[in-house]
């Protein structure tokens, strides 16, 4: 699966920015699809994941609420709606995509290392 991320920008804090990945390659309704993001001088971070039937979604704690997670399986493409950003959102977002599987029990997965395939990511700044 070949992933490219796009619609990041420099918007000022309370403004809204939607992200896509737009996916080719392998069949793209197998996977499960997450955004994680890393800024300067942190480790990559996980912000969201939607199961590859759009039945179920999972947002990191310091984004639940703000940000919505959708995919749309005809178009191979998975969208991040950012809402009422705010300058630590400021970061590179990255696209991922892990085999629609279960881990210790769980269908999501907050672990980057566990993911398959990633996107070239895209800068989303916040200035205050």
């Known amino acids: 699966v070949q992933l490219q991320a796009s619609g990041g920008g420099l918007v000022q804090a309370g403004d809204s920015l939607r992200l896509s990945c737009a996916a080719s390659g392998r069949t793209f309704n197998n996977y499960d699809m997450a955004w994680f993001r890393q800024a300067p001088g942190k480790e990559r971070e996980f912000v969201s994941i939607i199961s590859w039937t759009s039945s179920t979604t999972y947002y990191a704690d310091t984004v639940k609420g703000r940000f919505t997670i959708s995919r749309d399986n005809a178009k191979n493409t998975v969208y991040l709606q950012m809402n009422s950003l705010k300058p630590e959102d400021t970061a590179v977002y990255y696209c991922?995509?892990?085999?629609?599987?279960?881990?210790?029990?769980?269908?999501?997965?907050?672990?980057?290392?566990?993911?398959?395939?990633w996107g070239q990511g895209t800068q989303v700044t916040v200035s205050s």
């Open positions: 991922g995509a892990k085999w629609a599987t279960y881990y210790r029990g769980n269908w999501y997965d907050e672990d980057a290392s566990r993911y398959n395939y």
